[in-house]
């Protein structure tokens, strides 16, 4: 499978942003899918998860309350709602399916990769 991630993007602290990460092929309900960040200088981290048919959901304690993660089968698309943007949020945000149908929040889990999208949030 292959993903496309989109929607980062400059914010202010406070701001939302909604990341969308677009699949090919049309297996992308067999994959439980992920989230995740990278800001400079620090390694790939986890932010949130979400099974293949979106019941369950799971978010690193950074996010949680702020962030939702959602799935959209039949369009092969998976979201990222972020609100209450901290200038902590500020990373490369990463798209990620695993040949799985449940998730984990390790990234060597995870099988396939988007390209990323930069959000940027200022305080």
């Known amino acids: 499978v292959q993903l496309q991630a989109s929607g980062g993007g400059l914010v202010q602290a406070g701001g939302s942003l909604r990341l969308s990460c677009t699949a090919s092929g049309r297996t992308f309900s067999s994959y439980a899918m992920g989230w995740f960040r990278q800001a400079p200088g620090k390694e790939r981290a986890f932010v949130a998860a979400i099974t293949w048919s979106g019941g369950s959901t799971l978010y690193a304690d950074s996010v949680k309350g702020r962030f939702t993660i959602s799935r959209d089968n039949n369009k092969n698309t998976l979201y990222l709602q972020m609100n209450n943007m901290k200038p902590e949020d500020t990373a490369n945000y990463y798209c990620?399916?695993?040949?799985?149908?449940?998730?984990?929040?390790?990234?060597?889990?995870?099988?396939?990769w988007g390209q990323g999208t930069l959000v940027t949030v200022s305080s």
């Open positions: 990620a399916a695993r040949n799985s149908r449940f998730y984990n929040t390790k990234y060597s889990e995870y099988n396939y």
